[in-house]
């Protein structure tokens, strides 16, 4: 089945500073691969996702890249503020998957004032 | 328009008991997805409901059983509960379009004794 690797499993930044958390899987035949914030307590919350015949994804201060060759893909948070610090978790999903997702472990992101 | 609800939201439970968690998802979806999350790790895919039928299932015991109802809400049921079985779990609706994005509900903590 597939597997999710998700590093780093923590970060810290300033606030301003740029975010970078990445993600790998195991199955080549993966073709979506949505991102969830988990803030303390609450349910996960879906903020960008991407399918596999687009590279790259942006919306507002968010952004992901997808690297099929590699198979890994990319979470990118620029302008970081204070209430962008959650949890983040990285998933992919077979084709046909009827989105049974396969999640990484997860990267507590702290932004600092 | 009601996101997914789940009850109850918090549960204490003695190992060998049997629990039924329930989840109504969003309106308008009609897949419902069942997820376990344990403390500090990403969510595990328990099953999925469709049309009243599990379609899909992970790597979880016959204990982990499930029910979809016709207006589309779903039951948990896991039978003699162990200490491991503590966790948060989380229900998901979604369409039955391949990768139509998951919408978590706030779970439930599931605590065993």
């Known amino acids: 089945g597939e597997n999710v690797e998700q590093h780093p499993s923590t970060l810290s930044v300033q606030e301003g500073d740029s975010a970078v958390i990445k993600c790998t899987y195991s199955?080549?035949?993966?073709?979506?691969f949505p991102w969830y914030k988990q803030e303390l307590g609450k349910r996960p919350q879906l903020i960008i996702d991407?399918?596999?015949?687009?590279g790259e994804k942006k919306d507002q201060r968010i952004a992901v890249t997808l690297n099929k060759t590699a198979k890994h893909f990319s979470l990118h948070i620029t302008e970081t503020q204070p209430e962008d610090s959650a949890v983040y978790f990285c998933?992919?999903?077979?084709?046909?998957?009827?989105?049974?997702?396969?999640f990484g472990t997860g990267t507590q992101l702290k932004v600092e004032l | 328009d009601a996101g997914v609800t789940q009850s109850p939201t918090h549960l204490i439970k003695t190992r060998g008991q049997q629990v039924t968690l329930r989840c109504s998802p969003k309106?308008?979806?009609?897949?419902v997805s069942w997820y376990q999350q344990a403390l500090g790790q990403g969510p595990q895919f328990i099953f999925q409901?469709?049309?009243?039928?599990?379609?899909q299932r992970g790597n979880f015991p016959d204990r982990f059983s499930g029910h979809q109802f016709p207006n589309y809400s779903s039951e948990l049921n896991v039978n003699a509960l162990l200490l491991g079985d503590s966790a948060l779990y989380l229900c998901?609706?979604?369409?039955?379009?391949?990768?139509?994005?998951?919408?978590f509900g706030n779970g439930t903590r599931l605590t065993v004794t």
């Open positions: 998933a992919a999903s077979p084709p046909g998957g009827g989105n049974k997702l396969t």
């Open positions: 309106s308008g979806h009609d897949t």
């Open positions: 409901y469709y049309e009243e039928e599990e379609r």
């Open positions: 991407i399918r596999s015949n687009v």
């Open positions: 199955d080549s035949a993966s073709n979506y």
């Open positions: 998901a609706s979604s369409l039955a379009t391949a990768n139509s994005p998951l919408h």
